[in-house]
T-cell receptor, first 109, second 115 residues
Framework: DAKTTQPPSMDCAEGRAANLPCNHSTISGNEYVYWYRQIHSQGPQYIIHGLKNNETNEMASLIITEDRKSSTLILPHATLRDTAVYYCIVRPGTDKLIFGTGTRLQVFP | EPEVTQTPSHQVTQMGQEVILRCVPISNHLYFYWYRQILGQKVEFLVSFYNNEISEKSEIFDDQFSVERPDGSNFTLKIRSTKLEDSAMYFC?????????????FGPGTRLTVL
């Protein structure tokens, strides 16, 4: 079973920041937080991952709380193409990915 | 940017037939995976493959399934005798090992329809 809790859906206006929360209160010390997204029925797309420090790349930022029990994925300027299902996954460094139901993000004009 | 590729994009087969789904992982990646997603359901792990052998498999991956890396570039999933419930999107993924983590990159998937 997935070890994370995410809201089932969120809306965001185009051009605004999308902040997607994830709770992972039972995360272990050796587990990383990974974010993927799936646009329609395409293959999941890697976004970002982190262990305990905040991370940023060209797609998004990942903010992990100090106690590591929750995190937030930030898409700084959402576009219509960011409409997708976003998955927050916790796992040891090398292991299968266990997908939950994710958050369906709808970006509207 | 290197990508995982999968062929065919759509495969239609009759129940009981054998199918082979093909994947070309990203060059120099060391770990290979198959996942599937039945329409409207979660993405499910099937099998992981490392150093020319299965490292982990799920309960779904029964004797009807097999994987192979026949050469240095391809990674295949074979279903020996397809069932209606095998109809799904099948995703291949590959990953390098960087430090203590591996990030899996997925292909576009093969839609398998069993009639």
């Amino acid at each position: 079973d997935a070890k994370t809790t995410q809201p089932p859906s969120m809306d965001c206006a185009e051009g605004r920041a999308a902040n997607l929360p994830c709770n992972h209160s039972t995360i272990s010390g050796n587990e990383y937080v990974y974010w993927y997204r799936q646009i329609h029925s395409q293959g999941p797309q890697y976004i970002i991952h982190g262990l305990k420090n905040n991370e940023t790349n060209e797609m998004a930022s990942l903010i992990i709380t100090e106690d590591r029990k929750s995190s937030t994925l930030i898409l700084p300027h959402a576009t219509l193409r960011d409409t997708a299902v976003y998955y927050c996954i916790v796992r040891p460094g090398t292991d299968k990915l266990i997908f939950g139901t994710g958050t369906r993000l709808q970006v509207f004009p | 940017e290197p990508e995982v590729t999968q062929t065919p994009s759509h495969q239609v087969t009759q129940m009981g037939q054998e199918v082979i789904l093909r994947c070309v992982p990203i060059s120099n990646h060391l770990y290979f995976y198959w996942y599937r997603q039945i329409l409207g359901q979660k993405v499910e792990f099937l099998v992981s493959f490392y150093n020319n052998e299965i490292s982990e498999k799920s309960e779904i991956f029964d004797d009807q399934f097999s994987v192979e890396r026949p050469d240095g570039s391809n990674f295949t999933l074979k279903i020996r005798s397809t069932k209606l419930e095998d109809s799904a999107m099948y995703f291949c993924a590959s990953s390098p090992l960087v430090g203590f983590t591996d990030t899996q990159y997925f292909g576009p998937g093969t839609r398998l329809t069993v009639l």
